[in-house]
């Protein structure tokens, strides 16, 4: 069973930065793509940042030029580097991998930037 386990997540002021992690528990090279959604209250959950085994990337517009998604193959892990916070990128971070088998999703990370 796949694994997927984010941190980084807290609570930060408009303008800080923020790195999330999501460690897999097997090698990332199985997975197709990994990405980060999130969840606000009352929102559905949307798409943030995805990465695909060739590393290939795509961004939603709110958070081009603010927000770059890599990953560490060695390490198993996919990062998430947030820059300019606003407080309308308060939400909770899911990460997600996929491969053959599925979609697989980690628990969640609380990011909440105040005014």
């Known amino acids: 069973q796949v694994q997927l386990v984010e941190s980084g997540g807290g609570l930060v002021q408009a303008g800080w930065s923020l790195r999330l992690s999501c460690a897999a528990s097997?090698?990332?090279?199985?997975?197709?793509?990994m990405g980060w959604y999130r969840q606000a209250p009352g929102n559905q959950r949307e798409l943030v940042a995805t990465?695909?085994?060739?590393?290939?990337?795509n961004y939603a517009d709110s958070v081009k030029g603010r927000f770059t998604i890599s990953r560490d193959n060695a390490k198993n892990t996919v990062y998430l580097e947030m820059n300019s916070l606003k407080p309308e990128d308060t939400a909770v971070y899911y990460c997600?991998?996929?491969?053959?088998?599925?979609?697989?999703w980690g628990q969640g990370t609380q990011v909440t930037v105040s005014s």
């Open positions: 997600n991998a996929e491969k053959y088998t599925g979609s697989y």
């Open positions: 097997e090698s990332i090279f199985s997975f197709n793509t």
């Open positions: 990465v695909t085994s060739g590393g290939s990337t």
